[in-house]
């Protein structure tokens, strides 16, 4: 996740009709590797001419030993407060920090779940088409890994979640086939990983009282939630032991970065 942040806005420049960006030509990397794998080892960042960037994102990154600040989202795929804090606020906070922070997405909420005859079944707060989009989520997360942030940012951001599902699915993950997406969501694999969000979701410390339920390196409590909801980005920052970026502090570093 860390590498693919420093492409999300290249990204989402080619969604977007319109970007208030210099109109410049934008040169297109011969290599045949996704931006999340640019800077993965020297000999692609030197095939897909991005060698000069990798170094300075490289030169940006804080301290691995230490901690990521953990982000934890319980939430359900359709509940407006839910898709108006991953929309405004985690989203755009990982992209700007996420060398300092991880995410870690539980669509669930307040679903309940039942077995029968060696299935699980599921019953949503907002009815069956929630059930259908935080499967789909889940199944996102299981099959397309890095890119799966991008998706469900592009599915809660839309006007119709499920609606949406497909299309952002095709548009940051064309190698993924929709096929492979439904047949997680309609079989075992699907029914086991909803499972394991419920448990997720029931093990809880607090056990939660409403969605969002956000959570901070595991922990929840009223003030954490408040600060989350009012300025997540100010959190991040302020909890992070390590060095700060300079996306914390302010500080200008003139870097060569390439335009849309």
């Not at 934008?26 to 170094?55: D, F, H, N």
């Not at 990154?61 to 990521?68: G, H, I």
Request: charged letters at 20%; aromatic letters at 8%.
């Amino acid at each position: 996740m860390r590498v693919l942040a420093f492409f999300v806005f290249l990204v989402l420049c080619t969604t977007l009709e319109k970007c208030f960006c210099k109109k410049k030509p934008r040169p297109k990397p011969s290599c045949g590797y996704p931006p999340s794998q640019w800077c993965k080892t020297l000999e692609i960042a030197m095939e897909c001419k991005v060698l000069k960037q990798c170094m300075e994102l490289n030169a940006t990154r804080p301290d691995p030993a230490v901690p990521n600040v953990t982000v934890g989202l319980y939430y359900e795929s359709l509940c407006p407060g839910c898709r108006g804090f991953l929309v405004e606020q985690l989203f755009p906070t990982w992209v700007m920090l996420a060398d300092i922070m991880d995410v870690q997405l539980v669509p669930y909420g307040n679903a309940e779940e039942t077995e029968h005859l060696g299935k699980y079944e599921f019953h949503c707060q907002h009815g069956d088409p929630e059930c259908l989009g935080n499967m789909i989520e889940t199944c996102i997360m299981k099959l397309v890994e890095d890119m799966a942030f991008l998706i469900i940012f592009c599915m809660e951001a839309s006007a119709d979640v499920l609606t949406a599902a497909q299309p952002c699915v095709q548009l940051y993950a064309p190698s993924v086939k929709w096929e492979t997406i439904m047949t997680c969501v309609k079989g075992d694999q699907g029914n086991q990983l909803m499972h394991d969000n419920a448990q997720k979701t029931k093990a809880l410390n607090p056990p939660h009282s409403y969605v969002p339920w956000v959570t901070i390196n595991g922990e929840h409590t009223e003030e954490l939630e408040d600060k989350a909801l009012s300025s997540l980005f100010t959190l991040v920052c302020s909890l992070y032991t390590g060095g700060k970026p300079p996306a914390c502090t302010g500080a200008q570093k003139k870097l060569d970065r390439s335009f849309c």
